[in-house]
């Protein structure tokens, strides 16, 4: 089985501006999980979908949001973006049923300058 | 709030040797997962092991093994005969069943492994 795949790997965006990241999850996999990761504040979790749907929400401003498709795949989206946005996002997916693994995308490095 | 607490940012350990990670966590739950992650220089996460907490029986998988103290709600990560390859940053990594997909992560321990 192919793993969790995350494009584009890199990017490098102006403040004010927004920047769409995808994710496509094992096949299989329905609930689908995104991090936020940066060497001051860790890993942070920021929301997580399910036959998209959002079932569950980290504590980040209405500027982040994302949405899940039939096919399970899931995007993330961050408007206005500000120079703190700088990260690498982790899209993780899990089978969601007895069963709560969670597989790692390789990530999207974000840079925003 | 659940909170993961991993006291080491850095450990070191000798090729071959044993090296154990510590991970502390807080919850009210009673049902929930514990993992260990690790993350090399390439950066893919990979989930090394995990433990349900319901499971008094420690989790092993390979040269890795946890011991899982519920009472105190410790969960370390021991690794035998230590790699070259098992250089990485270590997560410790909580899920309750009642917070779907949402995993809270401690703030990771770096592993040196000198040869």
């Known amino acids: 089985k192919a793993g969790v795949t995350q494009t584009p790997r890199y990017l490098i965006k102006t403040r004010g501006q927004q920047v769409t990241l995808s994710c496509s999850p094992i096949s299989g996999h329905r609930s689908v999980s995104w991090y936020q990761q940066?060497?001051?504040?860790?890993?942070?979790?920021?929301?997580?979908?399910?036959?998209?749907?959002?079932?569950?929400?980290?504590?980040?401003?209405?500027?982040?949001?994302?949405?899940?498709?039939?096919?399970?795949?899931?995007?993330?989206?961050?408007?206005?973006?500000?120079?703190g946005d700088s990260a690498l996002y982790l899209c993780a997916s899990s089978l969601a049923v007895g069963t709560y693994e969670q597989y790692f995308g390789p990530g999207t490095r974000l840079t925003v300058t | 709030a659940q909170?993961?607490?991993?006291?080491?940012?850095?450990?070191?350990?000798?090729?071959?040797e044993t090296v154990t990670l510590s991970c502390t966590y807080d919850t009210s739950e009673s049902d929930y997962y514990l993992f260990w992650y690790k993350q090399p220089p390439s950066r893919q996460m990979i989930l090394v092991i995990r433990q349900e907490a319901y499971k008094?029986?420690?989790?092993t998988e390979n040269?890795?093994?946890?011991?899982?103290?519920?009472?105190?709600?410790?969960?370390?990560?021991?690794?035998?005969?230590s790699q070259l390859g098992d250089a990485a940053m270590y997560f410790c990594a909580y899920w309750a069943n009642t917070?779907?997909?949402?995993?809270?992560?401690?703030?990771?321990?770096?592993?040196?492994?000198k040869p």
Do not use: H
């Open chain 2, 3 to 16: 909170t993961v607490t991993q006291s080491q940012p850095e450990m070191s350990v000798q090729e071959a």
């Open chain 2, 99 to 113: 917070n779907a997909g949402k995993s809270t992560f401690g703030d990771g321990t770096t592993l040196t492994v």
């Open chain 1, 38 to 83: 940066t060497p001051g504040q860790g890993l942070q979790f920021l929301f997580e979908y399910f036959s998209e749907t959002q079932r569950n929400k980290g504590n980040f401003p209405g500027r982040f949001s994302g949405r899940q498709f039939s096919n399970s795949r899931s995007e993330m989206n961050v408007s206005t973006l500000e120079l």
């Open chain 2, 63 to 81: 040269r890795f093994s946890v011991n899982f103290q519920k009472a105190a709600k410790s969960f370390s990560l021991k690794i035998s005969d």
């Open chain 2, 56 to 59: 008094q029986q420690n989790a």
